[in-house]
Antibody, heavy 126, light 109 residues
Framework: QVQLQESGPGLEKPSETLSLTCSVS??????????WSWIRQSPGKGLEWIGY???????NYNAALKSRVTISLDTSKNQFSLKLSSVTAADTAVYYC??????????????????WGQGTKVTVSS | SSDLTQDPAVSVALGQTVRITCQGD??????VSWYQQKPGQAPKLVFY???SRPSGIPDRFSGSSSGNTASLTITGAQAEDEADYFC????????????FGGGTKLTVL
């Protein structure tokens, strides 16, 4: 079955760029059937969608983070990555990667996450 | 609105039925997915779409939708169902954005 695993530094300094990678096993990031997403959860808070990317190259981001976020795909390594620039303490969170499935509904489709990584904690502190 | 609204906390007696709701304008157009999250763990998909349950999820979990409200029902709640539950769907704006509800903390008494 498909498994996702996040990796990257657990500590970032303010104003620097956070970089995380999600390694995918048991499936391919090149599949046209799925999107690949990053979601984060600040301590004691809810889930915040960061963005997603598709193998076609199309991507979409949370408007609140769009100016600082880049999500990219590396099909040769079967991975996708997150870069979040100019981080502050407010970016301290557990970061999850997830596989996204378009799910059809009454008036169109929405995007649901069917497989999640275990999450990686990132602290922003000097 | 791009928001999904959930009650912050709900409780249920062991073995009883509980409904967790998710409200938002976009739910008039789209279904939701429901996730269960236990402390220190990643969210796990428990129900999605009109009427779909992932393999391995007990059939005491069911979902429904009416108007701008989606519901997750647990029939015969078990102690292991105590967790946070989140809904997610799509923004109504047409920009293909993902949105989450704020989450509901379910306590099984």
């Amino acid at each position: 079955q498909v498994q996702l695993q996040e990796s990257g530094p657990g500590l970032e300094k303010p104003s620097e760029t956070l970089s995380l990678t999600c390694s995918v096993s048991g499936g391919s990031v090149s599949s046209a059937s799925f999107y690949w997403s990053w979601i984060r959860q600040s301590p004691g808070k809810g889930l915040e969608w960061i963005g997603y990317i598709h193998s076609s190259g199309s991507s979409n981001y949370n408007a609140a983070l769009k100016s600082r976020v880049t999500i990219s795909l590396d099909t040769s390594k079967n991975q996708f990555s997150l870069k979040l620039s100019s981080v502050t303490a407010a970016d301290t969170a557990v970061y999850y990667c997830a596989r996204v499935v378009p799910i059809s509904g009454r008036s169109g489709y929405y995007y649901g996450m069917d497989v999640w990584g275990q999450g990686t904690k990132v602290t922003v502190s000097s | 609105s791009s928001d999904l609204t959930q009650d912050p906390a709900v409780s249920v007696a062991l073995g009883q039925t509980v409904r967790i709701t998710c409200q938002g304008d976009s739910l008039k157009k789209y279904y939701v997915s429901w996730y269960q999250q236990k402390p220190g763990q990643a969210p796990k998909l428990v129900f999605y779409g009109k009427n779909s349950r992932p393999s391995g999820i007990p059939d005491r979990f069911s979902g429904s939708s009416s108007g701008n409200t989606a519901s997750l029902t647990i029939t015969g709640a078990q102690a292991e169902d105590e967790a946070d539950y989140f809904c997610n769907s799509r923004d109504i704006s047409g920009n293909h954005l993902v949105i989450f509800g704020g989450g509901t903390k379910l306590t099984v008494l």
